[in-house]
């Protein structure tokens, strides 16, 4: 299978030379705060083209993070954002997620890496991991030295479905 035909069968799109100057103003006419990756692709023969994954990206403030439901990709609620936390050593982030109790109380924090959660439609989506597999990951303890908690004005990036 030649590139093309690979890139278009993994959902790409892929563009002749003619075509990547207006694909190229269509990626700078996307709204503040949404980013698309491109990729440049070398092509059979001597043609270069631009293959286009899709991956959209949103730059958020840990506050407008917190304010946003958690849901599970079949829409159930999940839990409420706790807040954000980096790892001291490799600089990972993950968002801290409050699932069950009461009003707070006997509520277990979950810390979950940021790539593990999608923005999509106005929510917070569980991305790569059903409520089975969270419920099952171990419970993060607010005196970890380990980490930090980010503050509410800083910004993170989550993929956009």
């Keep these: 299978m ?4 690979l890139a278009l069968a993994a959902g790409a799109i ?3 030379p003619p075509l ?3 694909q190229t103003s269509l990626l700078h006419d996307t709204p503040p705060g949404v980013f698309i990756s491109a ?13 286009t ?3 959209v990206t949103r730059i958020l403030t ?6 946003m439901d958690v849901v599970s990709r079949d829409g159930k609620a999940v839990g409420s954002i706790d807040g954000v936390v980096e790892c001291n050593t490799d600089k990972k982030r993950l968002v801290l997620i409050e699932r069950g109790g009461l009003l707070g109380l006997g509520a277990k924090t979950i810390a979950l890496p940021l790539d ?7 929510k917070v989506t569980l991305h790569n991991l059903d409520i089975a597999q969270l419920d099952g990951m171990p419970e993060f303890r607010e005196d ?7 503050s509410d004005i800083q910004q993170i990036t989550l993929l956009q479905l």
């Design 116 to 122: 593990n959660i999608a923005i999509q439609s106005g």
């Design 144 to 150: 970890d030295t380990a980490f930090r908690k980010l």
């Design 20 to 22: 990547v100057a207006a």
């Design 62 to 67: 840990v506050d407008a993070l917190g304010n």
């Design 53 to 55: 994954f899709r991956t």
């Design 2 to 5: 030649t590139l093309p035909a």
């Design 39 to 51: 990729v440049p692709v070398s092509a059979t023969g001597s043609t270069t083209g631009m293959a």
């Design 14 to 16: 892929i563009a002749s």
